[in-house]
C-alpha cells in the first residue's frame, strides 16, 4: 500500500476519518519506506536543540538519547533547558499569542490540517521510525501511535473545534447574542509522557488548536519523536512562539512556570505522584495568578480484566495476551490484573503460556519480534526487583521462566502470576511493564469479585469484562461504573481511538477531560457571552410603574 497525502480543507461541515492502519507486509512499499528511515536514523546521532519563539537553541549540557533495545547505541544529543530558558519560553509564548488568539479557528486548523496530510505522506515513516528506536516500539505499535493516532487527533480536533465553535446561544427579535470561545488568558504548560508520541503532540496542540500558546516540557525518554513532531508543525505552517519546545531539567523548568502569574493551565500526561505535585505547587501560588489555571491530567492505573464464567476462553487469552504485554506494558491502559473464574483457568492458563512462549521480544528493528524493551534503566530496575520479589513470595506462583536481561538492552520478559490474596501489591500498585497478575476465583462468587475489583484499586482509568451471559455484563456494567472511564466489552482494556473512543480516566487516574473528543478542547476556552440590542432602549421607567388609570363612575 502506498501513502499519499490528502488535501483537505479547515471547513466545518468536513467530517473526519480515522487514519487506515497500514499492514507493513512482507513486499509493501510502507516496509521499504520504513526500513531506510530506521536505517537511515540509526546511522545518524540527531542534535536536538529547544526551540523558544521559533529560535533553535543548543546548550551545552546535554543528554544522551539511546535505544532501548541497544542501550549502547546513541541516537541523539539533546539539549536541555534549564529555567532562564523556561522563562524566555513564557516571554515567548505570550509574545506570539498577542496575534495568534486572535487568528480565526479556520487559520488556526489549516496549519494542523496541514501538519496531519504531511504526516500521512512523506513524514510517515520518519515519525514511525524515531518511535521504534527511540521508545522501543515494534512496527505495529508505532503505526498505531505515531502515525495514525497523531493523524488522527490532528483532523479531528479541528473538526470537533468548529462544532464547539458552531454551538451558539439563542437570539430573539432585536438581540443578537453569541458566544466568544477565547483562548485562556497566559500560556499553557505541556507536560508530557514517553509511551506514546500521539499523547505528547497531542498535549501541545489541543490547546494551540484552540488559541493558545503553550510551553512543551517533553519526556527524556522521547525527546526524538517530539522533537520530530515540532520540525513537523513548524514545516506545517506553525508560527514562531505558539509551541515552545524544551527538554530539559523538569524541577527547573517547572518552577520557572509555576512561578509565573501568567499560567493559565497544565496538560499533563504521567504519573499520578508528579501530577499530585504539580496540583499542589499550583494551588499554593493560587493567589499569584492572574486566574484560576485550568489542570488537565491523565495519571495512573491498575487496570482490569475481569471474566464471567460465561466469557470464550481462548478471546479471554488473546486479550490477556495482548492487553498486558503489547508495548511492554507500557501502556497506562495495559491490562494488570486479571480476575478469573476457576472453571476458565485452566483452559486460559494453557492459552495464553502457549502464546506467550511463541512471542518474541527484541530489536524492534526485526519486524518478526512482538516486544521490544522497557524504556530505560529505572524501569528495568523496577521490574527485575519486582520479578525477582516475586519469586520469593509463598502468595506468588510465577508461571513463566525468563528472566530479564540488560546485557544488550533493557529487556524484560512477559511475565505471568498467580495470585492467592486480591489485595496482594501485585494487584494493587502500578508497576508499568509487562508483569500480569492474575486471581482466581469461585465462580459463585462472581457478584463478590466485582465489588472487590472496584474497591481494590485507587485507579479508575481502563477496565474489561468478557462475558457472554448479557445479564452479568449488566450487572457488571452496574457494578463497575465509575471503576474506568474507558470500558471495554469482550476486548482488551487497550487501544482506544480518537472520535470513537475518548480516553481517560477518574478517582486517581485524572481528571478525565478525554483526549480525542471535544471535552478536552473545551478545557482550553474561556467564553464570553456577547449581547447585542439592535434597538436599546430609550425610557427609563417600565410600564408597571404607571398609575392606575382613574375609576370611572
Known sequence: MTTSVRHRTAEAHESAKNEPVLAYGPGSSERTELRAALKQQAATVCEIPLVIGGEKVFTEGRSEVVMPHDHRHVLAR??????????????????????????????????????ADLLA??????LNAATMLGQSKTVQQAEIDAACEMIDFLRFNVQFAHEIEAQQPLSVDGIRNSTDYRPLEGFVYAVTPFNFTAIGGNLAIAPALMGNCVVWKPSATAV????RLMQLFEEAGLPPGVINFLPGNAQDITDAVLASPDLGGIHFTGSTAVFDELWLHTARNLRHYRGYPRLVGETGGKDFVIAHASANPLALAVGLVRGAFEYQGQKCSAASRAYVPASLWPAVKASMLEMMGALRIGDVS?????MGAVIDRRAYTRLSKAIADARTDAQVQVLTQADPDDSVGYFVPPTLVKVEDPHHRLMTEELFGPLLAVHVYDDEKWT??????????PYALTGAVFAEDPAAIREAQAVLRFAAGNFYLNDKPTGAVVGQQPF????????????????NLLRWVSARTIKETLAPPVEWRYPHMEPDSPARG
Open 448 to 457: 463478590d469479585t466485582l465489588a472487590l475489583v472496584d474497591e481494590t484499586s
Open 78 to 115: 539533546a539539549s536541555r533547558a534549564g529555567r532562564e530558558h523556561a522563562e524566555r519560553a513564557i516571554a515567548a509564548a505570550l509574545q506570539a499569542r498577542a496575534v495568534w488568539a486572535h487568528r480565526s479557528l479556520a487559520e488556526r486548523g489549516k496549519i494542523f490540517l496541514k501538519a
Open 366 to 370: 526485526d519486524f518478526g519480534n512482538f
Open 504 to 519: 481517560g480516566g477518574a478517582r486517581r487516574s485524572g481528571t478525565n477531560d478525554k483526549a480525542g473528543s471535544a471535552l
Open 121 to 126: 505522506g512523506p513524514w510517515r515513516q520518519r
Open 224 to 227: 526524538l519523536s517530539n522533537y
